[in-house]
């Protein structure tokens, strides 16, 4: 692995580990100040603020015993490559106590050792089929993700 790889790859470690536990601010200082972490399930969040915030009253409101695992991690320095393996016990109500785990990748523009843009691809009606959600709710999320997804393309 080159120096460049090496350097994202410890970022990415700092900022999993600490959205792992929890700690919203030791995840947001990952980012330049006005980063962007585009989530999978909960959009974009713009800036320090909203990235902890993001943490605090999105990831743990809803699920516990994160466990987050990162592989082939490439980056030249300017932009960086991760797959990941991220699995959660879910508390959101008529899903609580299920085990979800999902596969992914992610993208991550940097500028000056720090991230500037955050992205993920995964498969969401993966996740939402392990909490036991009804068929017509997954197909809800899915098209209205989808739609997101036209109208970003633009």
């Known amino acids: 692995m080159n120096d460049a790889s090496n350097r994202f790859r ?6 999993t580990r600490a959205i792992c536990r929890g700690d919203g601010a030791a995840a947001a200082n990952c980012f330049v100040p006005e980063g962007v972490y585009h989530d999978g399930f909960y959009g974009e969040f713009r800036g320090r603020a909203a990235i902890r915030g993001m943490v605090e ?5 809803n699920a516990r015993d994160f466990s987050w695992i990162l592989s082939d991690v490439l ?3 300017r932009l960086g490559y991760a797959r990941y393996g991220f699995n959660y016990v879910s508390k959101i109500p ?13 993208q991550a523009q940097l500028e000056d050792g720090l ?3 955050y992205g993920e691809v995964f498969d969401r009606g993966v996740a939402l089929v392990q909490m036991n959600f009804a068929p017509e709710r997954i197909a809800k999320s899915l098209a209205r993700w989808a739609q997101a997804e036209k109208e970003a393309r633009k």
């Open 75 to 77: 980056s030249d320095g």
């Open 57 to 61: 009253q999105h990831f743990h409101a």
């Open 94 to 106: 008529g899903s609580e106590g299920k085990r979800v785990f999902f596969a992914g990748i992610c």
């Open 115 to 117: 991230i500037a843009h």
């Open 10 to 15: 410890a970022l990415l470690e700092r900022m």
